[in-house]
């Protein structure tokens, strides 16, 4: 399965440590924010990005926590040089 250049990017820092946290209005999400392993927000993830990442099941949260990357996840980032 092919990914896109701005899940590739999301994926690299979540398998580098770092986290998706969601703020929910009621029901609805009313903001999304991806945090890297030092704590920096990365502002490039939109609902629509984080939706593909979770169809693809890339993305999980465990009672209630931040959303982790997978072990498919992990299978669907290519690797870099700089990954930890």
């Known amino acids: 399965m092919d ?3 701005a899940e590739q990017r999301i994926l690299h820092y979540l ?3 770092g986290r998706i946290e ?3 209005d009621g029901k609805a999400i009313a903001e999304i924010r991806c945090f890297t392993r ?3 927000v990365y502002p490039g993830i939109d609902l629509m990005l984080f939706r593909k990442l979770k169809r693809k099941r890339a993305i999980k949260s465990a009672s ?3 959303y982790r ?3 498919h996840g992990l299978r669907l980032v290519r690797s870099e040089l700089d990954n930890r």
């Open 38 to 40: 030092d704590g920096w």
């Open 15 to 17: 398998a580098q440590g």
């Open 69 to 71: 990357i997978t072990e």
């Open 22 to 24: 969601i703020i929910r």
């Open 3 to 5: 990914i896109s250049r």
């Open 64 to 66: 209630g926590r931040p």
